[in-house]
């Protein structure tokens, strides 16, 4: 696990898992993105098909060196999707 993202609106954390052996080729691993609202106290998790686009469109981001309200607006795309409630224990 890893935090790739923080700001005032939204958290972005990379999840690196190794993949279940009993189904998986040897050694694949998986992992995904939670993207957590902040003010929406609302988060998703990203893993697949969805990930892949997600990493893809923070690198082609990342290239044109943004601004954080560049990086938020790319991301409150996909929180506009977040059904969990963030919970505090």
Same mark, same amino acid.
């Given at each position: ?38 003010? $929406? ?7 697949? $098909? $969805? $990930? ?8 082609? #981001? ?17 929180? #506009? ?9």
């Amino acid at each position: 696990m890893q935090m790739l993202y923080n700001s005032d609106h939204y958290v972005v954390v990379e999840f690196d898992l190794a993949a279940d052996t009993s189904g998986a080729a040897g050694g694949e691993r998986r992992g995904g993105y939670e993207i957590v609202d902040k003010f $929406a106290r609302r988060g998703i998790f990203l893993d697949g $098909a $969805a $990930a892949e686009g997600f990493k893809r469109g923070v690198n082609e #981001l990342v290239e044109r060196g943004p601004s954080e309200e560049e990086v938020d607006d790319f991301i409150s795309g996909y929180t #506009l999707l977040a059904q969990q409630p963030v919970v505090l224990h």
